[in-house]
């Protein structure tokens, strides 16, 4: 993309009226806007994010063998009344009454779709084990929206939920997905560690959250500092063997990690000193076991192999795919502005020209672009008329990991500058050499699980 | 995928409720539940396609050099108030309270908030031209949501909105959005034909709607029979260029071809008689200029070259993406079920195992069935322990434009069988050979559009 042709409405000034340096990033790099109190629009850069984030997300979901199918943002009240939750709902529900006065609402989570769905179609344990999963538009309609897309009122989601046949098989849908959420994660750049915590209104016993730590968490945290050192890295999974998903589950649960709401002194204080933390987190998942809470009520049963009418073990996983936006940035910016893990940058890497419309420059900065993109790169070149230090301030405000600089002084040595967001690091090397190494540093990334998954190499999220 | 690990309810019987051909095969192939009148989920086969149809949006915008971005799908009133469309628009505008009792409503369209946007960050004439667009759910609370998804209430589209200087611009905008839609279009399997249209409550003069020609569709129109042998096909278009944009432009809409809304008995009656077509369409998309129309009224101007503020010119198009699996329905079955054109098929071939549990027709299956994913292609195998004719009916039913039967007789020979949906011809091959051609079938649909697009070879959606 050639930043002439794109819209990227970069503030200069901090906004006021954000309180926590994702929100101030993501309106200073052009990436929302506020439309009304916790309702944004996502401008290009922020819509690229965000889509990026979204495909994980598909791709590991459907490695694990889940599902993706979409249901509707509203829903009727009807299916709440039978589960009871219509009325146990808070304010935060936004309920709605349409043209022919039927009670409607916007969707905070679909656990009573899904049922109904699964009763309507499937009949026999046959079919079982299931699991479907949708990414979302959700609405919560809070108090007091703030944080930008960390806390606000409609907001993007995955949501995903098991139907099993036994209790013993609804825990290795738990385990399984326990597993592509680490896995999720870490593509992301993110360390999210699960922690045990408290269902609230979904219900249920067992319940991870996963929680990425930042000075500016919203839960307080209390953790083994052992639980950092673990990482999921590139092992290949079974998702159908129930023994490696235990294995994992248990690898990454045993050591004491929890929020506030499950915290245990007693506990924790057997922990050795040197390695207690506390610490504040920011949830972007959780999931649940909660075993045959809505398919009694609802009636979700199927025929079990003795022939008789079992209620299905259900369980539903959650992702806050905008969300994770705002936690990627707060885990990782300097005061200059955001660093994109590679995982999610929206563009590969920026082209900086030092002095647009000189001939040989523009020349240079051309055939880096072409032998980028023929690479299946997206770079995002900054051809605007402008003083080297804006556009190494826009560069640096959103956050690319790679820069290339081109000037006519270094052409004349033959060579470019590449330089890493995260380190500053620069060096100079042949125009032919820098594409390389970012097509390696990109290639290393996707060759595995990307390749495999697509059957082709690609590098591309379709916009 | 597999079919014993999918989730595919096909539905024996017609449901009562469906009237049209295309929300009986949606419901019957296991692609929609409706959860509330005119509200539907997309089950796994239908959301398949649906992405498989944003993609393609996706790809064509980007393509004419429109940005992606995503708006809310709640807005605020304030600035529909602003436009004067709050009291204009009728109850078919979903109106909502918050918990704050602040009046918001679910966008059926979003002129006031790209407007608002646009304003906020764009002051000079410069930055333009623009053009943003979105793909999102949208709702109006239809008094009677009807046959399925082409009338929801609920629905899914692309809505994309140009910012130009002068009317001029504006007019190339126009153009080059009419040329992005027949290439959207046909990449689709569909001919939706450019018809001078009525404006309706968006306001201007100019506006073309794409209808697509089906008994079932809503609309009565009126054509020259030659518009039907105009085909975009595999042109180079540099959407910069006005003049070819203005060429294609003219020769798709010279010919008469008008909907009853517009439909001038006098001009019809001077197209020789033999080529004069009476029929009925369905209306897949729609271009608009409308001038200053919005900008005047939200005070959307840009320093023009003069120094002087100089409100834009803009104008909008939509595309009705969820509507569209419905027309594709409508315009391509027969009586076993659809049969979907290769561009947006969600599975790119069937395979029929005939004797499920036969070490060597598994063997054979399996095999096909790597190859084929080797490839980048994503085949959908029925391994379900059925009768050939429950499968057979099954396939037919969901439509995949290629199925290859495996059984031990064809095997004892070196061949399988590899039969085409729409015209029911088979041939005996042997297994490679099959894979061979169908990689052929859907290479050549790809090689030149796709490849330049993603900088690498790929037939994959990610999901």
């Known amino acids: 993309m050639r930043l002439t042709r794109y819209f990227l409405p970069v503030l200069r000034e901090n906004p006021a009226e954000a309180q926590i340096v994702s ?25 690229k994010v965000l889509r990026k984030l979204e495909n994980i997300v598909h791709e590991e979901q459907v490695r694990a063998g889940h599902i993706p199918m979409l249901m509707p943002t509203l829903q ?15 304010p935060e529900m936004l309920r709605i009454r349409d043209r022919q006065d039927r009670d409607m609402l916007y969707g905070p989570t679909n656990e009573e779709m899904i049922t109904d769905i699964f009763r309507s179609h499937v009949g026999s344990y046959k079919d079982l084990p299931l699991t479907l999963y949708h990414i979302q538009w959700k609405f919560r309609d809070e108090m007091r929206p703030r944080f930008g897309v960390m806390r606000g009122r409609e907001f993007f989601m995955k949501d995903g939920y098991n139907f099993d046949l036994t209790k013993e098989d609804a825990l290795h849908a738990y385990n399984r997905h326990l597993v592509s ?11 999210a560690i699960p922690m045990r915590a408290d269902s609230g209104p979904i219900g249920g016993d067992d319940t991870h959250e996963f929680l990425v730590l930042a000075e500016t968490g919203e839960s307080e945290v209390f953790y083994d500092s052992a639980v950092t050192d673990l990482t ?14 235990a294995a994992i589950m248990e690898e990454f649960t045993t050591k004491y990690a929890r929020t506030d709401e499950t915290h245990d002194p007693a506990l924790f204080d057997q922990i050795p000193e040197a390695r207690r933390r506390t610490a504040r987190g920011i949830e972007v998942g959780q999931i649940f076991y909660f075993g045959t809470k809505y398919s009694d009520a609802m ?4 025929q079990g192999p003795d022939g008789k009418p079992t209620p299905v073990h259900m369980g539903s996983h959650g992702i806050g795919v905008s969300r994770l936006v705002g936690a990627i940035i707060e885990a990782s910016h300097d005061d200059k502005g955001i660093i994109w893990p590679e ?21 240079a900065c051309d055939a880096l672009y072409q032998s980028l993109t023929a690479l299946g790169l997206e770079p995002l070149y900054d051809d605007r008329d402008e003083r080297a230090g804006g556009k190494f301030a826009t560069m640096d405000l959103i956050g690319l990991p790679w820069r290339i600089t081109v000037g006519p002084r270094g ?7 590449l330089t890493s967001r995260r380190t500053g690091d620069s060096q100079e090397l042949p125009p032919e050499e820098a594409v390389k190494k970012i097509a390696e540093i990109y290639g290393d990334m996707h060759s595995s699980e990307h390749v495999q998954m697509m059957g082709t190499r690609s590098f591309h999220t379709y916009i």
């Open 343 to 363: 995982g999610v940058t929206p563009y590969h890497c920026g082209i900086v020209n030092l002095k647009q419309g000189d001939a040989e420059a523009d020349a």
């Open 299 to 302: 009636g979700a049963t199927v």
């Open 181 to 191: 959420y680490l896995r999720t994660y870490e593509r992301m750049g993110l360390q």
């Open 411 to 417: 052409l004349k040595n033959g060579v470019v500058e």
């Open 76 to 90: 009727s009240a009807d299916l709440w009344r039978e589960s009871g939750r219509y009325d146990a709902y808070g």
């Open 23 to 47: 929100h101030r990033l993501m309106l200073r790099a052009g990436m929302i806007k506020q439309n009304a109190a916790g309702i944004y629009s996502w401008l290009p850069l922020g819509f």
């Open 232 to 245: 999921f890295g590139d092992r290949e999974i079974d998702y159908d063997s129930v023994e490696q998903c």
